[in-house]
Antibody, heavy 116, light 107 residues
């Protein structure tokens, strides 16, 4: 069955960096667009970034453009999100997600807390 | 950006009753609207797409309607497992935007 397992979250100071990873299994990873979607405490969902099957097409929300970088390794069935210059407003649970334009498969989420 | 507004923020309903949730788009999204259910500590689950099509395995008590800017999710007879947070998502302009959510709580 489809599994998406995120890792790499944690507590970081403002201005710091984190790298999130998502290990995928149960499907042909290279056939699917992949996304990162986040949910700040008490807030709605926000689509942060997506990447096409081969990586040629990438989207970033305006709120993270220039600070976050999405990438994938199809040989290792893995998705990544490099987050730099983190701000308090980046505090959220980050979900790895498959499918478009709606999401049928989500990871369990990893919590990123940006605080001094 | 298309802004999605859900109402009410919280809906108090007794088990067995009908629940009606609303989602409004700031501009037309045609029928490109999805609904998700999210329970505490869990990821969202896709319920409805294309405004009215149930996703695989979703019970018939969940139904969606609407087009353009006004959408409704109806749960015909609330079960205990239906008390949760519900999100709408427009994907007319992909990747789309989500509403702030409606919490369905037990009355």
């Amino acid at each position: 069955q489809v599994q998406l397992v995120e890792s790499g979250g944690g507590l970081v100071k403002p201005g710091g960096s984190l790298r999130l990873s998502c290990a995928a299994s149960g499907f042909t990873f290279s056939d699917y667009y992949m996304s990162w979607i986040r949910q700040a405490p008490g807030k709605g969902l926000e689509w942060v970034s997506y990447i096409s099957t081969g990586g040629a097409t990438i989207f970033y929300a305006d709120s993270v453009k220039g600070r976050f970088t999405i990438s994938r390794d199809n040989a290792k069935n893995s998705l990544f999100l490099q987050m730099n210059s983190l701000r308090a407003e980046d505090t959220a649970v980050y979900y790895c997600a498959r499918d478009r334009p709606t999401v049928s498969y989500w990871g369990q989420g990893t919590l990123v807390t940006v605080s001094s | 950006e298309i802004v999605m507004t859900q109402s009410p923020a919280t809906l108090s309903v007794s088990p067995g009753e009908r629940a009606t949730l609303s989602c409004r788009a700031s501009q037309s999204v045609s029928s490109n609207l999805a609904w998700y259910q999210q329970k505490p500590g869990q990821a969202p689950r896709l319920l409805i797409y294309a405004a009215s099509t149930r996703a695989t395995g979703i019970p018939a008590r969940f139904s969606g309607s609407g087009s353009g800017t006004e959408f409704t999710l109806t749960i015909s007879s609330l079960q205990s497992e239906d008390f949760a947070l519900y999100h709408c998502q427009q994907y007319n302009n992909w990747p789309g935007t989500f509403g702030q959510g409606t919490k369905v709580e037990m009355k």
